[in-house]
């Protein structure tokens, strides 16, 4: 079976690799292309995957080419993790934002409605091809902001694109493990879009364990959402919710804390992946042990603002490893095996929210078997939820409306409807801010 990764080049991706190589069942991955327009990163992340591999029997081929037509043609699977602007272009979404006040995150805020508005032109031409060249292809979309760009391409592939986030389930299995439940034996009502969901439920064994650590101040200010929101919010909210949250529950304390920070995420990430990148044009370079300690202190400064505002202290260890690969692993392996699997994913909504129409993609649990994910059925969302997911998901709708006609109009209203932007006086000069730092956004007229 073919996997085509597209980002290829992408730091992250030696993680995908390193869980293909613990799947020894029938139909599993056994080529693997690398797609990246940098063919210097591309032959970096080679070398990693290369050494991964040492030692292991029947390891997937791997092959790497900057041609995007080649590289799908013939796909069993893709996985679509590009990141249009690279880091630079994500220190620049942070900066102009901060500039006037406004959040920069990646995904959240004013810096996710800039990295849509670059991302998604870029976005719908690879899902045109995959339609044209591997038409009976599955794509599954790591690309950020997930959800906006999972809808995007859903337009042209339908139910065949699955939009992946490992925040949820890393969620899940943090209160899994505080109430001293098997994570893989407990079922998450986990609801909303993709960095805007709250957990209402964990049940183990029927039961509904979550009024009990809801109850337990000790047991709730114990794991890394307790320690980021506070006890005192997460029992009048009734719910966990996802930690991108802290953006909107926290705005003004986190935007202060970024501004007042030496250097902005997409800052610091650009100028450590610089250095490992650099590090590999070097060939007597250890690839794999210098891409480990790399990962390791990315994932350790992980909202390192966040938590600093909420006096949260350091990340716990168990919430290092990452695990979006194991979601995409685990996803591949219900579709291509009719593995019935229950997971956590993006997709399009249906009947599953009242508050959204069918076309909306959500973040749910969904069951997945080879005819791909179906969203489950969920209870509706409370006001104060319902409101936000409906704001931001008309926003998300001005950024598609506004990257299909190239109208600066609707881009300046994707922004100024935001709930983390409040005036429209700032949306415009995001908008001209934006496009003069983004060649990507000229297109904006």
Known sequence: MKLTILGGGGFRVPLVYGALLTDRGEG????????????GRLQAVARVLAKQAAGVPDAPAVTATTDLDDALRGADFVFSAIRVGGLEGRADDERVALAEGVLGQETVGAGGIAYGLRTVPVAVDIARRVARLAPDAWLINFTNPAGLVTEAMSRHLGDRVIGIC?????????????????????????????????????????????????ADPGLLG?????????????????????EYLH?????????RAYQQAEKTRGAFLAGQQARFYEEMRDPDAAALAAWDRTRAEREATYMAENRETAGAGDRDADDLSGGYEKVALALMRAIARDERATLILNVR???????????????????????????????????????????VKAVEREVLAAAESGSRAMA??????????????????LVEGYREVHPGLAYLR
């Not at 114990?222 to 996802?242: C, H, T, Y």
């Not at 929210?353 to 069951?367: M, R, T, W």
């Not at 791909?372 to 409906?390: F, R, Y």
């Open 412 to 429: 300046v209203k994707a922004f100024a409807l935001h709930p983390l932007v409040d005036s429209v006086n700032v949306a415009r000069r």
């Open 166 to 214: 490992d925040s949820p389930v890393g969620l899940g299995r943090r209160i899994a493990r505080v109430l001293g439940a098997d994570p893989n034996e407990a079922w998450i009502d986990y609801v909303g879009l993709n960095h805007l969901g709250w957990v209402r439920g964990l049940r183990v064994a029927g039961r509904d364990e979550l009024p009990r650590l809801l």
């Open 247 to 255: 953006y909107y529950y926290f705005n003004r304390e986190t935007v």
């Open 28 to 39: 599993r991955v056994t080529d693997v292309v690398l797609h990246d327009l940098d063919a």
């Open 222 to 242: 114990s794991f890394e959402e307790g320690k980021l929101f506070g006890v005192d919010w997460l029992r009048s909210l009734g719910a966990i919710p996802n």
């Open 349 to 391: 909504n249906g009947s599953t929210l009242g508050a959204l129409d069918a076309d909306a993609v959500i973040e749910v649990p969904c069951l997945v078997d080879a005819n791909g994910a179906h969203p489950m059925a969920a209870a509706p969302l409370p006001g104060h939820a319902a409101g936000l997911v409906t704001a």
